[in-house]
């Protein structure tokens, strides 16, 4: 089974940027909808983003201006460039994979990876 584990999180003032990785074990772009989400403190977790095996992405509303997802397939790996950073941004951000889209943007899964914590400050 394939393993993800995302790395690249940090303290970053308000306005930066910062990249994430999604490292997966295997390969993982054939067939598989790759995902980020994000949980905030206090709150549950949400769908950032998706990438589809033919590469066209997917964000969640007002993301995408400040959003960017990217792949290197010969690393397995999978990419989040997030830029202008702002306080909202601070959460635990995690990868995930799915057959599908529908339900990528719903992060239906029972399994998770431990993601990597990005805090924004001012």
């Known amino acids: 089974q394939v393993q993800l584990v995302e790395s ?8 930066g940027s910062l990249r994430l990785s999604c490292a997966a074990s ?4 054939d067939g598989y909808v790759m995902g980020w989400y994000r949980q905030a403190p206090g709150k549950e977790r949400e769908w950032v983003g998706a990438l589809t095996p ?3 992405t997917y964000f969640a509303d007002s993301l ?12 397995n790996a999978m990419y989040l460039q997030m830029n202008d950073l702002k306080l909202e941004d601070t959460a635990v951000y995690y990868c ?3 057959r599908t889209l529908a339900p990528a943007i719903q992060g239906a899964s029972d399994s998770w990876g431990l993601g990597t914590r990005v805090t924004v400050s001012s």
């Open 54 to 56: 033919g590469g066209r």
């Open 96 to 98: 995930n994979k799915f």
């Open 8 to 15: 690249g999180g940090g303290l970053v003032q308000s306005g």
């Open 64 to 75: 995408e201006a400040r959003f960017t997802i990217s792949r290197d397939n010969a690393k």
């Open 26 to 29: 295997g390969s993982i772009f």
